[in-house]
C-alpha cells in the first residue's frame, strides 16, 4: 500500500486517556488505510477502541483524552493532526462526514430536521436560506422520506427512530463527502428497519462515490455491507483482511472466537462457543498480547512478547504469534463457521 | 474530572472550617460577648490586638459576636433544614408510592405551600406570635420550607420505582415498605441531602433578611443577621460591624451551594468504592 | 396451542391500554392499546419466544404474565390459579414461583446493596434460608451462575455488563421459581459475552426443568433457544408456531420479512429481502383492519385488508397465524369480498433462502 494513493491512512494512532485510575490506553498503535470508495468495516465489542478511533479522525477527542504524539492521520494527502482548528472545522462535514448510533440526540431538539439538513450547505458553501433549503429537501427525497417537503418542517421527535437515521444520512451526504465515518448506525434500529437504512446508505455511497468506514459489532452487518474488515480488540486492529478471507479463514484467534459465539440461523448448536472471561479496562491490558488470557492457544511467548502485526497473505494481517509459528497455527484450526 | 471534584473539597473545608470555628470559636477566644464595655472609651473601636475586630457602639467584642453569631446561625439552619428534610422526604416517599388520587392530593398541598410568599408568613407567624425564641424560628422556617423538596424526592423516588431494580424486588414478593426502605431510601438519600444543604442555606439567608427588618433572632442573642442589623445603623462610621457577618454569611452560602451540587451528582463519593 | 393439563402459564385476551396525553389545553387522545387481546400457553418445561419490534408490546406482555403489570382486561392463569383471584399477600407468596431477567444489566441492580444482598433478598423475604445458611445459599447461588462466591461483598460498578446478567439470573433463580420471563436478557451484551449468558440460561433450564418467556428482537439468538416462537405486531401476536415451522416456512407476511431482514454473516450469501414499505405505526393511532396492511407485501392484499381484523387462527396443526389472505381462513372469500376484497386469497410464501454470491 503506498501513501499516495490512500483516500485515509493512519498510522500508529494512539489516543490515551489520564484519570485517576491511571492512563487508559483506548487507542494503541492503530494502523490502517481506506481506499476512494469502498467500505471498510471497523468490527469490535465494546471497550475495544472502534468509537475512539473514529472520533480521533474528526478529531473530536476532549480532554482528558489525547491523540498522543507520534500519531498520524493522513487524508486526502493530508496531515490532519497539523491542521489548525478552523480549517479542521471545514473538513467535518464536507470531506468527512459522521453518522452516529443514536439519532435523537444528534439532531438538535429545537430545529426543524429541514433547517438542520439546510444548516450544512449553509455552513460549508454559503448557499443562501432559499437554496440550502431547496437543496435540503431534495435530499430528504433521496433518503427515501415520502413528503419531503412536509416532512423537512418536522421537528427529531415527530420522526421514528428509521426516520432520523434517514435524516442523519441526508446531512452527512449532503455534500457527497469523500469520507463518511458511519459509528453503529443502524445497532438501535430493529430488524427491518435496519435493512433499509443498509440498503439507503449502499445506495447512497453509489450516488456520491463516498468511502464508508462502518463501525460496528454486527459481523451480518460486516458480511453484508464490507469490502474489507477491522477486526479490533485492546486498542488495536489485531487482524485485517478482506471480508470473504476474514469469514472463511480467520488468522486471528479472537476473530475465530466471535465468529463461532454467534449463534445464526440455520446452525443450530446445544451449545455456543463462547470466548471465556471479559474485555480488561483500559488502564490494564495484560502483557505481551492484550487477548492472551482469553485465548485458547497461549504459550509462554505470547505473555513475554506482544506481539506485532504480520502478514498471512497480500492484504491480510494479524497481530498473532501463531502466524509466525506454522505448527501451532496448524494444530490450533482456526476456522469461522461453527462445524 | 476532576475539577468539580476539587470545587466540592473546597467547599467541603471551607463550611467544615466555618462549623469548626462555631463550635471551639467561643472556647479559644474566651470573651463574653454580650459584655458591654465602658462606653465612652471602648464603643466603636477599629480592630486592635486586645479586639482584634474592633467593638461596636455598644463597647462589645466582635470577634466574639461573630463567633457566638455563628452558633445560632449554624444551629439555625441545621434545624430548619432537618426539619424540612424529613417532613419534605416523608411526603416526596408517601406522595411516590401512594395511589394516583392521594399523590395528587399531597401534590396540591406542596404546589399551595410554593405559590404562598414564604418571607411574608414568616413575618406574620413572628408579628403574630411576637419574638419568638429561635428554636422556634427556625422549626417554623423547616415547616414552611420543605415543598420544593418534597417535590425533587417524589419525581426521584417515582423514576427509581418504577427502574428495574425496584421492579425486580416486587417480583421477588418483597412488600412495598421493603421496597421503600431497601431499594428506595438509600437511593435518593443524595438528593435529599443536596436540598437539604440547600435548604440551610436557605434557612440561614431568610434568618438575616428577618434580622433586617428586626423580626429575626431576638437580641441580645447574637445571629448574623441580628449582628448585620445591628451594625447597619452606623454603616459609615464603623462599616466592619455590617460587612463581616455578611461575608460570613456569603462564604457559608455558596460553600453550602457547592457542596450541594457535588453531592447530587454523587461522583466523588461513588468513585470512592463500595462502602457508600 | 399445547394441551392444557400441561399449560404451566396461560393468557386469556390480554389487553393493557394506557391513558396518554390529556393536558390543560388537550383533550386526552385515545389510549395507547400496548397489548390487544393476546392469548397464549406456555408449556412446562419449554422456552416459548416472544419476538417482535420495539412498541409491539412483548415487555408489556410479559410482566402481565407475572402481574407486575395488571392487565386492563383479559385473564393469566398460572398452574391453574387465576392471578386476579389472589389477594396482595397470596399473589406475594405465589411470587416465589415466577421470576423475571431484565435487559439492561446496569439500572437492574441496586446500586446501594452487595451483589450478595441483591442475591438474598429473595430467601430473606420467603424465609427460605436465615442468617449463615441464607449466606452459604447465597453463595452457592453465586457458584452456580459462574460468579466467585467471595466477590459476595461487592458492589455492581466492580462488574461488567455479562457479570452483573450473572447476579441478575442468581437472584432469579434464589427463590427457586418454576417460570421465568427472560427479557431480552442478551441484547445488552457483546457477542463474545452473550455467548456465555445463553450457554449459562440452557444448562439452568436443563438442570432446573425451568419454563421459559424468552422475549427477544434477535431472531438467531431465538432460533438458537426457542422451542416455539410467537410474533407480536402492533400489540396482537400475528403468528404462533414451532420454532422450526416459523424458520423454515413463515407464514404471515411480517414474520417473513422480518425473517428476511436478519443479516446474513456469510459474505458469499446475499439474503433475498423483503423491503417493508415505511415505518410501524404508532400504537396510539393503530391501522384498521389487519394492523399490519399498510406495510403488507401479501400479492392478494386488498380493501377487505383494512375493513376485517384477521383472527389467529390455526392453519395447520400447532400452527396460529393471522391472516386471512394465507389460506385455510375461517373469513370466507364471500366474506372478504362482502368487505371490499379483490383478490383471492392465495398461498404466499416467498423464497426466503439464500443464494450464492457470484464470485
Redesign the interface.
Known amino acids: 500500500m503506498t501513501d499516495t494513493t490512500a483516500l485515509l491512512e493512519v498510522r500508529d494512532l494512539a489516543v490515551y486517556f489520564r484519570?485517576?485510575a491511571g492512563v487508559a490506553r483506548a487507542v494503541d498503535g492503530v494502523s490502517f488505510f481506506v481506499d476512494k470508495g469502498e467500505t471498510v468495516a471497523l468490527v469490535g465489542?465494546?471497550g475495544s477502541g472502534k468509537s475512539v478511533t473514529a472520533l480521533s479522525l474528526l478529531r473530536l477527542i476532549d480532554p482528558?483524552g489525547r491523540i498522543e504524539p507520534g500519531s498520524v492521520i493522513r487524508f486526502e494527502g493530508t496531515d490532519l493532526l497539523a491542521l489548525d482548528e478552523e480549517r479542521m472545522r471545514q473538513l467535518r462535514g464536507r470531506r468527512i462526514a459522521m453518522v452516529f448510533q443514536e439519532p435523537m440526540t444528534a439532531l438538535n431538539p429545537v430545529f426543524t430536521v429541514g433547517d438542520q439538513v439546510a444548516e450544512v450547505a449553509r455552513i460549508h458553501e454559503g448557499a443562501s436560506r432559499a437554496d440550502a433549503w431547496k437543496r435540503a429537501v431534495q435530499m430528504l427525497a433521496r433518503t427515501g422520506i415520502?413528503d419531503a417537503e412536509r416532512r423537512a418542517r418536522d421537528y427529531p421527535h415527530q420522526l421514528?427512530?428509521?426516520?432520523r437515521q434517514r435524516v442523519l444520512l441526508a446531512m452527512a451526504l449532503l455534500l457527497s463527502p469523500a469520507l463518511v465515518i458511519a459509528d453503529e448506525p443502524t445497532t438501535a434500529l430493529?430488524?427491518?428497519?435496519?435493512?433499509?437504512i443498509?440498503?439507503l446508505l449502499r445506495t447512497l455511497q453509489q450516488e456520491t462515490g463516498s468511502a464508508v468506514l462502518l463501525i460496528t459489532?454486527?459481523?451480518?452487518?460486516?458480511?453484508?455491507m464490507a469490502q474489507r474488515v477491522l477486526v479490533m480488540y485492546g486498542g488495536q486492529v489485531v487482524e485485517a483482511a478482506p471480508?470473504?478471507t476474514l469469514?472463511a479463514a480467520p488468522a486471528h484467534p479472537y476473530t475465530a472466537?466471535?465468529?463461532r459465539?454467534?449463534?445464526?440461523?440455520?446452525s443450530?448448536?446445544?451449545?455456543?462457543?463462547?470466548?471465556?472471561g471479559?474485555?480488561p479496562p483500559a488502564t490494564a491490558w495484560p502483557s505481551g498480547c492484550r487477548f492472551r488470557d482469553?485465548c485458547a492457544h497461549e504459550w509462554e511467548k505470547c505473555a513475554s512478547e506482544a506481539p506485532v502485526p504480520i502478514e498471512v497473505a497480500p492484504g491480510h494481517v494479524a497481530r498473532c504469534h501463531l502466524v509466525s509459528d506454522p505448527a501451532r497455527r496448524a494444530a490450533a484450526n482456526l476456522a469461522g463457521?461453527p462445524t | 474530572?476532576?475539577a468539580p471534584l476539587r470545587r466540592v473539597q473546597v467547599a467541603a473545608v471551607v463550611l467544615g472550617a466555618v462549623v469548626l470555628a462555631a463550635i471551639i470559636g467561643p472556647w479559644l477566644w474566651h470573651v463574653d460577648p454580650n459584655a458591654v464595655g465602658p462606653l465612652a472609651t471602648a464603643a466603636g473601636l477599629p480592630p486592635s490586638a486586645a479586639h482584634p475586630l474592633g467593638t461596636d457602639e455598644n463597647a462589645r467584642d466582635v470577634l466574639a459576636r461573630l463567633l457566638a453569631g455563628a452558633r445560632i446561625s449554624l444551629a439555625f439552619g441545621l434545624l430548619a433544614a432537618s426539619v424540612a428534610a424529613v417532613v419534605g422526604a416523608a411526603v416526596g416517599i408517601l406522595a411516590a408510592l401512594s395511589r394516583p388520587w392521594v399523590d395528587r392530593a399531597y401534590m396540591s398541598v406542596v404546589d399551595l405551600g410554593l405559590a404562598i410568599p414564604r418571607l411574608l408568613v414568616l413575618i406574620i407567624v413572628t408579628a403574630g406570635f411576637g419574638r419568638l425564641p429561635w428554636g422556634w424560628l427556625a422549626v417554623t422556617m423547616g415547616v414552611t420550607g420543605w415543598f420544593g423538596l418534597a417535590r425533587l424526592v417524589r419525581a426521584r423516588t417515582r423514576e427509581l420505582a418504577s427502574g428495574d431494580f425496584s421492579v425486580a424486588a416486587f417480583a421477588l414478593g418483597a412488600p412495598t415498605w421493603r421496597v421503600a426502605a431497601r431499594h428506595l431510601l438509600p437511593n435518593v438519600t443524595g438528593t435529599i441531602t443536596a436540598a437539604a444543604v440547600l435548604a440551610f442555606a436557605n434557612a440561614i439567608t431568610l434568618e438575616a433578611a428577618l434580622s433586617f427588618i428586626g423580626q429575626g433572632v431576638a437580641i441580645p442573642t447574637a445571629s448574623w443577621g441580628s449582628l448585620i442589623n445591628e451594625g447597619r445603623a452606623q454603616l459609615g462610621v464603623t462599616p466592619w460591624l455590617t460587612v463581616l457577618p455578611a461575608i460570613a454569611i456569603a462564604i457559608t452560602v455558596v460553600a453550602a451551594g457547592a457542596l450541594a451540587d457535588g453531592v447530587e451528582r454523587g461522583a466523588p463519593w461513588r468513585?470512592t468504592g463500595g462502602a457508600a | 396451542m399445547s394441551d392444557a393439563s400441561t399449560a404451566l402459564v396461560r393468557a386469556r385476551d390480554l389487553t393493557r391500554h394506557f391513558a396518554v396525553g390529556g393536558g390543560l389545553f388537550r383533550k386526552p387522545s385515545n389510549p395507547i392499546r400496548a397489548v390487544d387481546g393476546v392469548s397464549l400457553d406456555i408449556a412446562r418445561g419449554e422456552t416459548l419466544a416472544l419476538v417482535g419490534?420495539?412498541g409491539s408490546g412483548k415487555t408489556t406482555t410479559g410482566r402481565m404474565l407475572l402481574h407486575l403489570e395488571r392487565p386492563t382486561s383479559g385473564t393469566v392463569t398460572f398452574d391453574g390459579t387465576d392471578l386476579a383471584s389472589l389477594d396482595a399477600k397470596s399473589m406475594r407468596a405465589l411470587r416465589r414461583r415466577m421470576q423475571l431477567v431484565f435487559q439492561d444489566p446496569f439500572g437492574s441492580l441496586n446500586p446501594r446493596m452487595t451483589i450478595g444482598d441483591t442475591v438474598k433478598e429473595g430467601l430473606l423475604i420467603h424465609h427460605l434460608a436465615e442468617g449463615a445458611a441464607a449466606d452459604a445459599r447465597t453463595r452457592a447461588l453465586l457458584d452456580e451462575v459462574g460468579l466467585r462466591p467471595e466477590w459476595a461483598d461487592r458492589y455492581p460498578h466492580e462488574f461488567?455488563?455479562?457479570?452483573r446478567q450473572r447476579v441478575g439470573i442468581a437472584r432469579a433463580l434464589s427463590v427457586g421459581p418454576d417460570f421465568i420471563v427472560l427479557d431480552e436478557p442478551v441484547s445488552a451484551l457483546?457477542?463474545?459475552?452473550?455467548?456465555?449468558v445463553?450457554?449459562l440460561l440452557?444448562e439452568l433450564q436443563r438442570q432446573r426443568s425451568l419454563t421459559y418467556l424468552f422475549i427477544a428482537?434477535?431472531?438467531?439468538?431465538v432460533?438458537?433457544m426457542a422451542d416455539r416462537v410467537a410474533v407480536m405486531y402492533l400489540g396482537r401476536i400475528v403468528e404462533l408456531a414451532t420454532r422450526d415451522a416459523i424458520?423454515a416456512e413463515p407464514l404471515h407476511p411480517y414474520t417473513q420479512?422480518?425473517r428476511?431482514?436478519?443479516?446474513?454473516?456469510?459474505?458469499?450469501?446475499r439474503?433475498r429481502?423483503i423491503?417493508?414499505a415505511?415505518?410501524?405505526p404508532s400504537p396510539a393511532n393503530p391501522p384498521s383492519g389487519c394492523p399490519f396492511h399498510p406495510r403488507c407485501h401479501h400479492p392478494a392484499k386488498d380493501e377487505s385488508c383494512a375493513r376485517l381484523v384477521p383472527p389467529l387462527e390455526e392453519k395447520a396443526p400447532g400452527r396460529l397465524v393471522a391472516c386471512f389472505k394465507q389460506p385455510p381462513s375461517s373469513v370466507s372469500w364471500e366474506a372478504q369480498q362482502a368487505a371490499g376484497g379483490t383478490r383471492a386469497p392465495t398461498l404466499h410464501l416467498p423464497v426466503l433462502a439464500t443464494d450464492a454470491r457470484p464470485a
Open positions: 484519570g485517576a465489542e465494546s482528558p415520502a421514528s427512530g428509521g426516520m430493529d430488524d427491518t428497519i435496519q435493512a433499509q443498509l440498503d459489532h454486527d459481523f451480518g452487518v460486516v458480511a453484508e471480508v470473504r469469514f472466537g466471535l465468529l459465539a454467534m449463534p445464526r440461523i440455520g443450530r448448536r446445544t451449545r455456543l462457543d463462547a470466548i471465556p471479559t474485555v482469553r463457521a | 474530572m476532576s468513585s | 419490534e420495539s461488567s455488563g455479562g457479570q457483546d457477542v463474545s459475552v452473550q455467548a456465555q445463553i450457554n440452557m428482537h434477535d431472531l438467531s439468538v432460533e438458537h424458520f420479512a422480518l428476511s431482514a436478519v443479516p446474513v454473516a456469510d459474505p458469499n450469501v439474503a429481502r423491503v417493508l415505511g415505518e410501524p
